[in-house]
C-alpha cells in the first residue's frame, strides 16, 4: 500500500516564477492538507481540500492557490515566487469516515524548493 | 500558536528508554494529543495519539496524566533511527478542517 507521494523530490526557481507541485494520497484518502516548512522551524498549515473544494486556509496569500482532482490528487500552485518561498513543502492525507483514526494525517516526504 | 509546551532538546542512551514530555495546560474536552516525529529532511511521521487513557502501539507509549494537562511519550528501547524532531499537538479529532498547529518541537538526540 503506498503512503503519501510528492513530486518533485527537489526543485529550483527564480523569483518572480510560478511552480507547481504535485501530491498523490495514501490509498483510501479523500482529504489533502499542504504545509510550508521553512527552515528549522515546524510545518505551518497552508490549505486543505475535500471533495475538490479548499476547505480551510491558514494564513498565506493568494500567490499560494491549490486544486484537487477527482482521483483525490492535488496540486499546489505558487506564483510569483520571493525568496522566502524556499522551504519544504508538504502535503498529508487523510480520511475523514468513521473510525478511531478518523484525521489523522500521514504526512508524504515532500519537496524541496529553493528561490534563487 | 501552539497550544503545547516542549523542551528544545533532550538526549537518550541507545537501548534505553527516552522520556519525552509534553505540556498543554489549556486542553479542551474534545482535544486528543497528537504526537509526530519527524527525521532529518523527511515528511512528519504519525506516532501515537491519545483522549484521556494510556495508550500502545508497535512505536511507543503515551501516558497523559489524570488532569490531562501534560503527556509523556515513551520510546521504550531507543535507537539512533529514533533521533528526530518530535512534535506534541492538541487537536480536536472531529474537527474537520482543522489542521495541525506545529510548535518547534523537541529534537531528540540518541547517543551510542
Known amino acids: 500500500d503506498a503512503g503519501v507521494t510528492q513530486s518533485p523530490t527537489h526543485l529550483i526557481k527564480t523569483r518572480g516564477q510560478q511552480v507547481t507541485l504535485r501530491c498523490s494520497p495514501k490509498?483510501?484518502?479523500?482529504?489533502v492538507s499542504w504545509y510550508q516548512q521553512a527552515l528549522g522551524q515546524g510545518p505551518q498549515f497552508i490549505f486543505q481540500?475535500?471533495?475538490?473544494?479548499?476547505?480551510q486556509r491558514g494564513n498565506f496569500p493568494d500567490r499560494f492557490s491549490g486544486h484537487q482532482f477527482p482521483n483525490y490528487s492535488s496540486e499546489l500552485n505558487v506564483n510569483a515566487l520571493l525568496l522566502g518561498d524556499s522551504a519544504l513543502y508538504l502535503c498529508a492525507s487523510s480520511a475523514p469516515t468513521s473510525g478511531r483514526y478518523q484525521e489523522t494525517q500521514y504526512f508524504g516526504p515532500g519537496t524541496r524548493l529553493l528561490v534563487l | 500558536d501552539a497550544k503545547t509546551t516542549q523542551p528544545p532538546s533532550m538526549d537518550c542512551a541507545e537501548g534505553r528508554a527516552a522520556n519525552l514530555p509534553c505540556n498543554h495546560s489549556t486542553i479542551s474536552g474534545n482535544e486528543y494529543v497528537y504526537w509526530y516525529r519527524q527525521i532529518h529532511s523527511q515528511g512528519p511521521q504519525y506516532i501515537i495519539h491519545?483522549?484521556?487513557n494510556n495508550e500502545t502501539n508497535e512505536m511507543a507509549s503515551l501516558i497523559i496524566t489524570e488532569d490531562r494537562k501534560s503527556s509523556t511519550l515513551i520510546l521504550p528501547h531507543a535507537t539512533l533511527r529514533d533521533t528526530a524532531v518530535y512534535y506534541c499537538?492538541?487537536?480536536?479529532?472531529?474537527?474537520?478542517?482543522?489542521?495541525?498547529?506545529f510548535g518547534p518541537g523537541t529534537r531528540l538526540s540518541v547517543l551510542p
Open positions: 490509498s483510501g484518502h479523500d482529504t
Open positions: 491519545g483522549l484521556k
Open positions: 481540500y475535500y471533495e475538490e473544494e479548499e476547505r
Open positions: 499537538i492538541v487537536r480536536a479529532l472531529y474537527n474537520y478542517g482543522q489542521n495541525f498547529v
